[in-house]
């Protein structure tokens, strides 16, 4: 064992480049004559930088944290002329808001459509799934024409690429929407996602604080998706319904939307920018939990 | 933050905020990710492995930044996850290659040695702490045996010599098993 410690010493003086002139020519000479040398200097070399990567994981797992505080922001963005987030659905009991966990958020690509297949002229096609443990909430957007629609199911293929004039099961959006309606948006890729102030926890606690059920006399249960845009300078702007339940409703998640405080403004290139965003909201009736959705009181 | 604050930092041994900066350009390799069959949190993993490789890249003597800290990040990046795909033995999808030509010169060599140094990272841990934590203390932080002797409760200088000799030992024959597996998979391949 002695020699072999010794041997390998050798190797770190001679890896640290601390070896005298003469002693380094006498072992690059034995390094040459010996393959087993070689091998020995090559994994001692791989196994002091694998230390480096080691040391060094704590430093990048620290800096991760402080990047996304919350730890739960998953985003998607990029060149893509806005940015949707869909970040929960909410369940109201009596006055109970849950967010769903971002994690168990994806972007569904569709896999069985190969781009190729997709005329030019046909348009393009995003679809959104939100789930929880199990199954919950199931939110399809389908971008056709350059109008968002919401779909109960997740599109068959003849669906995403039928003609939207003829009549499908496809629910229109209300036409209070209109992607003009949100403004020019930056089409840089967004690099920094906008934030609540306090991140994800305290979006939930404001909200929870906030909603209200509008008619607890018939409380009807359901989802409010609000679309709106986050300004450069944080400000929320432009809150529109885009998959309502009733006015009472959608007005309820609009008020709560638009109060919300100034968020930190997305970022392209370094600097703020709007951004546009959307929270489903879910209302549910907060005495029977098995109850199917009542019916929309007016 | 520009480049070359960044740089500083990490020359500076800052590497902690050097990175917290660096993290801004996770979204767009998470948006490349996704669009090839990946998650984020995949995208989270080979980034950090991009930022340990560029953080390697500064600390190289004769160290000069040939393109932006972004498309360096990118394309090592955009690299990690074809291997990975792969590895995973899936079909690439749509892939971009936007600027292969920004990407450095020697990023194929210096990837394959990365992914010696990635395999002798798993086989250092794969050891366990205690001789995770005897060889970063001489190796990256250059304690004196002297010291580590005293920090671990090592019986001395001799001790801890010998302890991170066996340890290195260890590694190195848990190294060999991780290399052998690896050549033996590429080879079915």
Known sequence: ?298 | MNDQRIIELIQQGRDQEAFRELYRHLPKVEHLVRLNSGRSGDAKDIFQDALIIFHRRVRTEGFVLSSSISTFLFAVCRNLWREELRRRDRPMGEWKPENEADEPADLTSLLAREGEYKRAEQALKDLGAKCLDVLTRFYVKHEPLQAIAKALGFAGEGAAKTRKYKCLEEARKRYRQLTTATVATMQTH
Do not use: C
Not at chain 1, 68 to 75: L, T, Y
Not at chain 1, 110 to 124: C, F, G, L, N
Not at chain 1, 253 to 263: F, I, K, L, S
């Open chain 1, 1 to 298: 064992m002695r020699d072999e410690l010794h041997l390998m010493e050798l190797v770190d003086r001679y890896l640290d480049g601390s070896m005298s002139a003469s002693d380094r020519a006498a072992f690059e000479g034995r390094v040459t004559a010996s393959t087993e040398l070689q091998q020995l200097i090559e994994d001692q070399r791989a196994l002091r930088e694998g230390a480096h990567r080691a040391a060094l994981r704590p430093a990048v797992q620290l800096a991760y944290r402080d990047f996304r505080p919350g730890g739960k922001w998953k985003s998607w963005s990029g060149g893509a002329a806005f940015v949707i987030i869909a970040a929960a659905g909410y369940h109201y009991w009596p006055r109970i808001v849950q967010l769903l966990p971002q994690e168990h958020l994806e972007q569904v690509v569709p896999d069985t459509i190969p781009d190729e297949a997709v005329p030019t002229e046909q348009p393009r096609t995003i679809q959104y799934h939100a789930r929880r443990d199990t199954v919950v909430d199931t939110v399809y957007r389908v971008l056709r024409n350059g109008k968002w629609q919401v779909m109960d199911h997740r599109p068959t293929e003849a669906e995403l690429f039928e003609d939207s004039s003829r009549g499908t099961e496809v629910q229109e959006e209300p036409s209070t929407y209109t992607e003009g309606a949100l403004g020019p948006i930056d089409d840089r890729a967004v690099e920094v996602l906008p934030e609540f102030p306090g991140g994800m926890k305290a979006l939930h606690r404001y909200l929870d604080e906030h909603i209200r059920h509008p008619d607890l006399s018939h409380p009807i249960e359901g989802m409010v998706n609000v679309r709106f845009m986050i300004n450069e300078r944080g400000k929320v702007e432009k809150a529109t319904v885009s998959k309502g339940l009733n006015a009472a409703y959608d007005a309820e998640a609009v008020r709560v939307v638009m109060n919300m405080p100034a968020w930190t403004p997305a970022k392209a290139g370094g600097r703020p920018v709007a951004s546009a965003m959307e929270l489903p909201l879910r209302f549910r009736n907060p005495g029977t939990e098995e109850a199917p959705p009542g019916p929309s009181q007016h």
